[in-house]
């Protein structure tokens, strides 16, 4: 489960810029650019989770 977790922030830190770009407060964008920040900032801590390639799968 934890190697989809990349993903699933990558997505969700999308989803916050755009909710903060179509709202016309006055705060909605940074706060969705600081919260899709951050969401890239914890998928970017999941990466170690996604499996290497082995060296059979290479030479096949």
Known sequence: ????????YIV????CVLAGLMLDKVW???VG???AVIL?????N???YI???????RQR
């Open 28 to 30: 909605s964008g940074i």
């Open 46 to 48: 999941y990466t170690k």
């Open 40 to 44: 890239l900032i914890f998928a970017l």
């Open 12 to 15: 969700l830190s999308g989803i």
């Open 51 to 57: 499996p290497e390639e082995t060296e059979e799968k």
């Open 33 to 35: 650019w600081a919260l």
């Open 1 to 8: 489960m934890k190697r989809y977790l990349t993903i699933i």
